[in-house]
């Protein structure tokens, strides 16, 4: 078995995976999943086309067409691949209905381009005396979107055939601009536009690489999470980004942009699973302070503290796990049951020997990895394996019964430890358990709702524990055992690296791995250096690279959420 | 002026020598989970007046300013119109027989059917007329001399018997006072006077003249029940703040310090409809609206020395501050960081009045209110804060009750001294 | 890349010229059902459509009295929703769905309803900031109908509406059942299965386009390898797919079966007390009745229903205090912990309520009803109407909407912007819309639980 997969929650959302036809898919929320697989054969090869995501989308039309336009619709769901939406822009493809969203969208931004009011500015120029239907202007049109929008300068039968269907559409539609506006439809409907394609280029070293153009595409999605720039574009018409010592100022340029946060909000947010965050609901009877509007401040509470940290302040990835400033508002002010002097986002210095600190007190995770009515020891262990640790834990077998666990208001058993240490006399259930419960009943003293409390139904709550050999008490001290282990360390480097590059880790990326991992290291943990030493690896401009992945031995399979 | 209540006079000047400057600044970018533990401080989602648990008293309640006008009217005209489909009728002929005006100010739905009124050059469209204004606009439209006020949040202009309802003492035939035993309140003179009532535990000599004047109001026992009010909110987008400091033990605590504030930030809801609790507020810098005075805990119960504070009432239409003069705390504080209890003190009458005001007619018709009744039996049975100059009282004695959730309050007024 | 632009070109050619082309691609049989439903739904147009509408009443509920204590499917039915118990399965309760007024007024009658149908509150219906949302879904769905939308108000009054374009704009109300007859079955009467087609060219333009990107497949797919290959050649199914559902478009709809031109309905006494909850009652049937065949015979996508105005203006003849004075006025009767007379007032309404989904569902359509290609939204100005509460304004969904909508359930909003209402109407009916709302009304969540 080549993996499972999980799917964000969708309605009939075909899913096609390179994956043996064999695999068995674990659809979670699918209605009707239409599911094609490919033969077996291919399954190894890398791929070289990657769907453009919701905000890589947003962005590149802001970039290219100005704030003022709005993208408004429903785009098709992103897909996690082991444990990466990243990773999964290279499973996924466009369905049906996904189409039909992105027409509707890609009509609404062309509506709104060749609008009167935008007309001037974004389109320049009319139908004159000596080019009544147009086709000049289209074709200065085309010349100058098509190489932003399809981030590579258009063929000449490309542009050809978009001038046609200017032309054709404004004859049937009686208006030129409704022409304009059908062909650029079509631009923001086609495949070039909406995945990433990878094209060759010339061989640096003996190894094959993409062209100028693709590795723009690959360096600013990387760094910024949006398309390639003017800048971009302009280096790689001059071939500089086929030159390291070309490419490696780019790099420093890039990273010293304020787009670079931009850049490592997209890879905590994927890394730490927050993208669907506001979609998370509590019970309003048991968390009443929780709202949705909780949930999407908690994403952007731990990303502001993360670029704060990391970034602003050039930190040591290490101290996520400790850190006691910590972003803060008055939506979460409540939940944390502090003041906050700030109307808008403002840091919140957690005193020393307080109960908050770190990451694993932040809500995003807290309440993320818990039911809705109670806590989830069980979850928040397989979180921190799972996402933190890159440890795979089994889906658990179909027969359990959990009944003791979810009787909340067992009389004798009142804390949640006591209730599963009753599920563990079960062995079977003991051998995963074991791996995911202490680490998660660290995180008791904060209820599914990530709010403190010290009791559960009167009694004094337990958070003692062992991580790596080593006994703890609380929250607080397991960050601080987080902070001084090496496997977080190694996680995050093969983590940012399946991020890159968009695909799972495989044989030949051993020795690029473990070389980052020393490099990372070196520079003190800073996130910085790993990102800048990823963008200035051969390696990360590889084109279909020699020898097939295969999954490593030891290296993890897929994130996939049991029910406990 | 000079006050009557002898406590409250000797309270005042000690309270603003004593008091600590810091009291209650919670600013500051860092802190405990929980917050300052000698600090704790509460959003108050409901004040009411507290109805006295007793019924059977005010049988039949208190006629509202309609059933007295139709009352006034002769037999054919009453036999015409005292069928409740033809109410629209009665109160257009109410308005038509005393004169009652009532007119948009600006465009768009009044609460009413108005005429748009006339407006001076010098208002701009959409604009809150100055006082001056309000004067010119009345005189524009012909209200009668010197009469008239805004109302519906400032989008009309109005004259009838509750802008005025000296005007009218007609319609405050079929009004009755409350003639009960037990009130909610306090002993606010120490004296057990003949006026005084039974609290409902038992108390002596409670002031509560308020109560006795519009107890039988059918609007106000019905808001005043306490099971209702508990689980209702008012004024929640300007809500009163109360912040306790100097906390050592927070079950008994010989002298704290006690601050009430307003908020111009509205109380957030939590998903199950109630107040959210532990949201910070910022406190309003206008120094009207804040008040200092000493207290203490006694068994988890806090009571405060008298002080005079005013505060915040924005619901709906009206927005009229509520001042209290010689006003006690008395409250218990909750183990879930709530509080639960009252002002009690000294009503200005000028500041009721000014709610009665806006109501206007409409207002008192829809709740079954009549104005000029409770206007009379106010001014009739007012205790506190004797004018010296026309020796007229100024203020009623009455109990406000409250419930209010944890909260933050972020005093930016102190932080900058 | 190779381009061949003779296809498209013949195409819009030939379609222009008047005949119909067609694809021949095996997709067409393989999605058309016998009824046509399976593109129904995601088009929103041909064959069956879609239809969209609002109820209005004014005055609200008791909370107490209304909402149910069950969550989900077979809710229970407290004493004011008794009446909807024959058309319970059509319809969904969604309780405590919130106006945030953000620190504004709430000006009785009027936040509530401009929040719930504009996404923000409003001090008075001129300034609101924008449309109502049932005008955002006309825009979307009401083009190739003769009405873009229908507004009705059932009090005779033709200033009766809460649907506007902007503050400026209101969408006057047809306020009788006679008018409305002669509107829609009058002299200029448009029979659908009469009626000649013409296909709309930006359909014709938009399949061209596609067709445009299709003819890119053969040179990518050579360039990929065979897994890249399988995923781009599902995208370019989907757009091939996406090409015969337009296609469908330019073809001539199918008849409206249920379609009959009714009678003329007898006009109102014209001394007849539309205030009275009565009469108004029996006023509101007979447009409901016409409306629905308004429907059924293609006439408009839309409609706004107003059975009462904000603050209702009912009552009952001859006997009580107006409905609205009541709820102020009336006290809580401390026996049964409730004002008695608004009570049985607020069950009348919903007796009209249910007399409208039932006219909906007597109509036969496809394999089921009327109402089964229908989204229907009802909300009141206020929750409790003695404090002019907003919050939990109440709200009912009729109809499935094509399939899309799971009716016959209990959602409870624990406090979350009554704006998911409007956002989820707005999407189930394809308006391109990912959030909609003002400051904390704001919501990009629409209410999933009733989505199929």
């Known amino acids: 078995m080549k993996g499972t997969f999980t799917m964000k929650t969708g309605r009939g959302i075909a899913i096609l995976l390179a994956a043996a036809a064999t695999v068995p898919l674990v659809l979670a929320g699918a209605d009707r999943p239409s599911i094609a697989a490919v033969p077996a054969s291919h399954a190894d090869e890398a791929s070289t086309v990657r769907r453009i995501t919701e905000p890589q989308y947003r962005r590149a039309i802001t970039d290219i067409f100005g704030a003022d336009i709005k993208v408004v619709g429903r785009f098709e769901p992103d897909l996690r691949v082991d444990g990466l939406l990243a990773v999964g822009t290279s499973a996924v493809s466009i369905t049906s209905g996904g189409l039909e969203q992105y027409e509707t969208i890609a009509r609404n931004i062309a509506e709104q381009v060749v609008a009167p009011d935008h007309r001037a500015s974004l389109i320049g120029c009319t139908p004159a005396a000596a080019d009544p239907a147009g086709s000049a202007c289209a074709g200065q049109v085309f010349d100058r979107l098509g190489l932003r929008m399809l981030r590579r300068p258009l063929a000449p039968a490309e542009r050809a055939a978009l001038v046609a269907t200017t032309l054709e559409s404004a004859r049937a539609l009686g208006d030129f601009h409704a022409g304009l506006a059908a062909a650029l439809t079509g631009l923001l409907t086609s495949p070039d536009f909406l995945f990433r394609i990878d094209r060759p280029g010339a061989p640096e070293q003996g190894r094959r690489m993409v ?5 723009a595409s690959r360096l600013s999605f990387f760094l910024w999470n949006a398309p390639p720039d003017e800048m971009l574009l302009a280096a790689a018409a001059k071939g500089e980004l086929d030159r390291p010592e070309a490419r490696a100022r780019l790099v420093a340029t890039m990273i010293a942009s304020p787009r670079f946060a931009d850049g490592v909000r997209a890879f905590f947010s994927d890394f730490l699973h927050l993208d669907d965050i506001d979609l998370l609901a509590k019970d309003a009877r048991i968390y009443p302070a929780f709202s949705s509007a909780v949930a999407a401040d908690a994403r952007e509470q731990t990303l502001r503290t993360i670029t704060d940290l990391l970034v602003d302040r050039q930190g040591d990835y290490r101290d996520l796990f400790t850190t006691r400033r910590i972003a803060m508002n008055r939506t979460l002010g409540p939940l944390y049951d502090v003041p906050v002097a700030e109307r808008g986002w403002t840091f919140h210095q957690f005193p020393d020997g307080d109960p908050r600190a770190g990451l694993f007190t932040q809500i995003s995770f807290l309440a993320q990895h818990s039911h809705p009515g109670r806590t989830s020891p069980t979850l928040r262990g397989k979180a921190i394996q ?39 006399d079960d062995e079977e259930c003991a051998s995963c358990h074991k791996l995911t419960d202490p680490m998660g009943l660290a995180l008791e003293k904060f209820d599914g709702a990530g709010q403190f409390r010290t009791t559960e139904h009167g009694e004094a709550i337990d958070t003692t524990g062992s991580f790596a050999d080593t006994h703890f008490d609380g929250a607080a001290a397991l960050g601080r055992l987080f902070q001084r282990n090496p496997q977080p360390i190694d996680c995050l480097v093969q983590s940012t690296w399946r991020y890159a590059m968009g695909r799972r880790l495989a044989a030949f990326d051993k020795p690029v791995v473990a070389r980052l991992n020393a490099d990372f290291a070196g520079t003190g943990y800073r996130m910085v250096d790993l990102i800048r030493a990823i963008a200035l690896s051969p390696q990360f401009y590889e084109y279909e690279p020699a020898s097939p992945p295969a999954r490593m031995a030891g290296w993890p399979a897929l994130a996939t959420k049991g029910a406990m | 002026m000079r006050r009557t209540i002898g406590r409250a006079a000797l309270a005042r000047p000690l309270q603003l020598a004593a008091l600590p400057i810091a009291a209650i600044a919670l600013t500051g970018a860092s802190g405990p989970t929980g917050g300052d533990p000698h600090q704790r401080a509460f959003v108050l989602s409901n004040i009411y007046f507290a109805a006295a648990p007793e019924d059977g008293v005010c049988q039949p309640i208190a006629a509202g300013a309609l059933e007295s006008f139709l009352a006034s009217l002769s037999a054919d005209e009453q036999a015409a119109l005292s069928a409740p489909g033809k109410r629209a009728e ?7 027989r005393l004169g009652f005006r009532r007119m948009a100010l600006r465009a768009g739905n009044s609460g009413g059917r108005s005429a748009s009124a006339r407006l ?48 009218f003492p007609q319609l405050a035939k079929g009004y009755r006072t409350y003639d009960g035993a ?114 203490r805990i006694v068994d988890g119960v806090l009571t405060t020395d008298p002080f005079d504070i005013r505060l915040n009432y924005k619901e709906q239409i009206l927005d009229a501050p509520r001042i209290l003069k010689g006003a006690r705390i008395r409250a218990t504080l909750q183990d879930d960081g709530g509080i639960e209890g009252g002002f009690y003190g000294y009503y200005t009458l000028a500041s009721f009045y000014s709610s009665i005001e806006q109501m206007t007619v409409n207002g008192a018709n829809l709740s079954r209110v009549s104005c000029p009744g409770v206007r009379q039996a106010i001014d009739k049975l007012a205790d506190g804060y004797r004018d010296p100059r026309t020796g007229r009282f100024t203020a009623i004695s009455s109990a406000l009750g409250f419930f209010g959730v944890a909260a933050f309050v972020n005093d930016g007024a102190q932080a900058a001294r | 890349m190779a381009q061949d632009f003779s296809r498209r070109g013949f195409m819009l050619k030939g379609i222009l010229g008047g005949a119909s082309v067609t694809l021949g691609l095996p997709i067409l049989d393989a999605m058309l059902n ?9 088009l929103g147009g041909a064959p069956l459509p879609v239809r969209f509408g609002t109820w209005f009443w004014g005055c609200g509920m008791i909370p107490a009295r209304f909402e149910p204590k069950s969550d989900g499917a077979n809710y229970d039915l407290p004493p004011q929703l008794a009446p909807i118990e024959p058309v319970r399965q059509h319809v969904s309760v969604l309780t405590g769905f919130d106006v945030m007024l953000d620190g504004k007024g709430n000006l009785p009658h009027i936040s509530g309803n401009t929040a719930a149908r504009t996404g923000a509150p409003a001090d008075t219906w001129q300034a609101i900031e924008g449309p109502t949302f049932d005008m955002l879904i006309a825009d979307q769905i009401g083009g190739g109908s003769y009405f873009r939308s229908l507004e009705l108000s059932a009090d005779g009054n033709p200033r009766t509406s809460h649907s506007f374009r902007n503050g400026s704009s209101m969408n006057a109300t047809i306020p009788s059942a006679a008018e409305l007859y002669q509107r829609i079955f009058g002299p200029d009467f448009r029979d659908p299965n009469a009626a000649s087609f013409t296909p709309d060219p930006k359909f014709i333009v938009r399949r061209s386009v596609l067709s445009g990107v299709s003819e890119q497949r053969a040179a990518l797919l050579a360039r990929v390898g065979s897994a890249d290959r399988a995923r781009l050649d599902q995208y370019f199914t ?143 100005d206020v929750s409790y109407a003695k404090n002019h509460d907003v919050a939990g304004i109440p709200v009912m969904l009729a109809g499935r909407a094509g399939g899309k909508v799971k009716p016959g359930l209990h959602v409870r909003g624990a ?27 704001r919501t990009n969540r629409p209410i999933n639980e009733i989505i199929a």
């Open chain 1, 386 to 424: 799972e996402i933190l640790l890159c440890e795979t834990i089994p889906a658990p077998p179909a027969n359990v019964n959990f009944a003791v666990v979810q009787d909340v208001d067992n009389p004798t058993l009142k804390t949640t430890r006591a209730r599963l240490q009753a599920h563990l």
């Open chain 3, 415 to 441: 406090g979350e912007p009554i704006t998911r209402v409007g956002l989820t109407a707005q999407q189930l009916m394809g308006v391109p819309v990912d959030s909609w709302g003002t400051d904390a009304m």
């Open chain 1, 211 to 215: 062209d100028g153009w693709s590795k």
């Open chain 2, 90 to 96: 009665l109160e257009k002929l109410m308005g038509e």
């Open chain 2, 182 to 295: 037990t009130a909610f309140g306090m002993n606010l003179d120490d004296k057990a006077g003949r006026a005084g009532f039974t609290g409902p535990d038992g108390e002596s000599g409670v002031d509560n003249q308020l109560w006795r004047a519009i107890g039988c109001v059918a609007a106000f026992r019905e808001s005043g029940n306490p099971a209702t009010a508990k689980g209702t909110m008012f004024s929640a987008r300007a809500p009163t703040l109360i912040a306790i400091s100097g906390i050592d033990d927070p079950r008994n605590d010989s002298d704290v310090t006690v601050t009430v504030m307003a908020s111009a930030d509205a109380i957030t809801k939590n998903a199950v409809g109630g107040a959210l609790a532990r949201a910070t507020f910022d406190a309003d810098p206008d120094p009207a609206l804040r008040a200092t005075t000493r207290g």
């Open chain 3, 34 to 42: 016998e009824n046509g439903t399976a593109f129904a739904a995601t």
């Open chain 3, 238 to 380: 989907s757009v091939r797919e996406m090409e015969g559902k337009l296609a469908l478009q330019l073809q001539k709809p199918p008849p409206a079966e249920a379609c009959v031109r009714p009678d003329a309905p007898a006009p109102l006494r014209a001394s007849a007390d539309l205030t009275d909850f009565e009469t108004r009652k029996a006023n509101h049937k007979l447009m409901a009745e016409l409306l629905a065949m308004a429907l059924a015979c293609n006439q408009t996508r839309a409609f706004n229903m107003n059975f009462s105005t904000a603050a209702s203006d009912l009552r009952t003849a001859g006997d009580t205090t107006g409905y609205h004075q009541t709820t102020h006025e009336e006290l809580i009767d401390r026996s049964v912990g409730y004002q008695r007379v608004v009570d049985s007032f607020a069950v009348r309404n919903m007796e009209a309520w249910a007399e409208f989904v039932a006219a909906m569902a007597a109509i036969r359509e496809g394999d089921g009803s009327l109402l089964d290609n229908m989204l229907i939204v009802a909300h009141s």
């Open chain 2, 120 to 167: 001076p050059a010098d208002l701009a469209p959409g604009a809150t007329p100055t006082p001056e204004q309000v004067r010119a606009i009345a005189r524009l439209n012909d209200f009668p001399k010197g009469r008239g006020a805004l109302a519906f949040q400032n989008h009309v202009i109005a004259y009838d018997s509750c802008t005025n309802p000296e005007d």
